[in-house]
């Protein structure tokens, strides 16, 4: 549920920053939508979103996506990292553009394989250190470190 709940944390704010950049934003009816998460719309130019909020795999400097989520990271026009705060991220919350969608696998110390796309190979976005923004995202998370 927190999870969830976190996943719409970040949704809205992506929403919430294009519709502020001119975009008409749509976001899907459906949480477990398998092409996007949202669809946005300026002038004669569409983009299929996906979010991703999450707290970086920080020793690879890397976001992460689980093996059945990747296909979909690949195929939408935008994949948006939104960084949970962490001591690394100084209690802020960071919006990441994935411009490049080159990754490689990395198993984690309980041995699950995952995605990874390089935080250097992304474009930030927006930068939020208000407490609102940090605290509607920092209440869901399921970090070991919530910055609290």
Known sequence: MNMNMLGKAGETLVSNFLQNEGWLVKTSVNQYDNKQDMIATRDDVTVTVEVKTQQPWHYQNAFTVKPNQLQKC???????????????????????????????????????????????????????????????????????????
């Open 74 to 148: 690949l195929d939408v026009d935008a994949l948006i990292f939104v960084e949970t705060p962490s001591k690394e991220s100084n209690h802020t919350v960071r919006m990441w553009n994935a411009v490049k969608r080159n990754y490689f696998t990395a198993k984690t110390r309980d041995g699950r394989s995952m995605a990874c796309f390089d935080i250097d190979d992304m474009e930030l976005m927006e930068t939020y250190d208000d407490f609102d923004t940090v605290n509607s995202i920092r209440r869901h998370t399921n970090s070991e470190w919530s910055g609290q």
